[in-house]
């Protein structure tokens, strides 16, 4: 399994131009871009150097700012961690931006991901307001973005994981979880779940070795004679 690309697989030709050329800082493509977010809302993908584009033009013209826009930007940023681009997309916003309710709320969902506090990532997402799920809304596929890039992270720790706890990390429960489970390639029994083994959780043997010195090994072998 591989984590979301940042990078679409076919870039449309005239995303491409505006993205390699000097009309990326022509304010009137702007509209161009933002239609390219929309579809990348509905198709899954994600195109963060698009999206960095709409985020420097709104930097260059605080008028063109899309409050919407820039939500769905950091959302789609979300599905791409632990890649940087939630923090590049940050760089770009306003002091003003950066602290308002939605952003911080966008910030808190990108911390506890990035300390592995999967658990709580749902806990706060399934919070009784309802207010992150209204802020993913427009971003298909969220939730199992999310999923899939815990998976990737819980293949690399473990080889086999508590089936309980594997549910907290992933928000899912029964026959759902183990459907999930069988996809990733992995197995379930008596209440484990056993992951293959891979270059990033198999163990692996440090071998310590000591640098001596002639001039130190003299001295041992002198002290040795002794």
């Not at 870039?11 to 491409?16: A, K």
């Not at 963060?48 to 605080?62: S, W």
């Not at 997402?125 to 209204?134: A, F, P, R, T, V």
Request: net charge negative.
């Amino acid at each position: 399994m591989t984590r979301v690309a940042n990078t679409p697989s076919n870039r449309p030709e005239v995303i491409q131009s505006l993205i390699d050329g000097v009309d990326r800082y022509n304010p009137d493509n702007v509209s161009i871009l933002e239609e390219y977010l929309a579809t990348q809302c509905s198709n899954r993908e994600v195109d963060v150097m698009a999206n960095l584009a709409i985020l420097k033009l709104y930097q260059f013209n605080p008028h063109l700012i899309n409050d919407q826009v820039v939500n769905n930007i950091l959302v789609k940023a979300l599905t791409t961690l632990p890649e940087p681009d939630f923090n590049l997309c940050l760089y770009l916003l306003n002091e003003q931006m950066v602290t308002e309710e939605p952003v911080v709320r966008l910030i808190t969902l990108r911390d506890l991901i990035e300390q592995a506090r999967f658990k709580d990532f749902w806990n706060v997402y399934e919070s009784g307001d309802e207010i992150y799920k209204e802020l993913t809304a427009e971003v298909l596929g969220f939730e199992d973005s999310i999923r899939k890039n815990i998976a990737i992270a819980v293949a690399m720790t473990f080889q086999s994981i508590e089936a309980p706890i594997l549910e907290g990390y992933l928000h899912l429960k029964g026959q759902a979880f183990l459907e999930f489970v069988k996809i990733q390639g992995w197995t379930e029994a008596n209440g484990v779940v056993s992951i293959p083994i891979n270059k990033d959780n198999e163990a692996k043997t440090t071998v310590l070795t000591e640098n001596i010195k002639f001039e130190q090994l003299t001295k041992i072998i002198g002290h040795s004679n002794d």
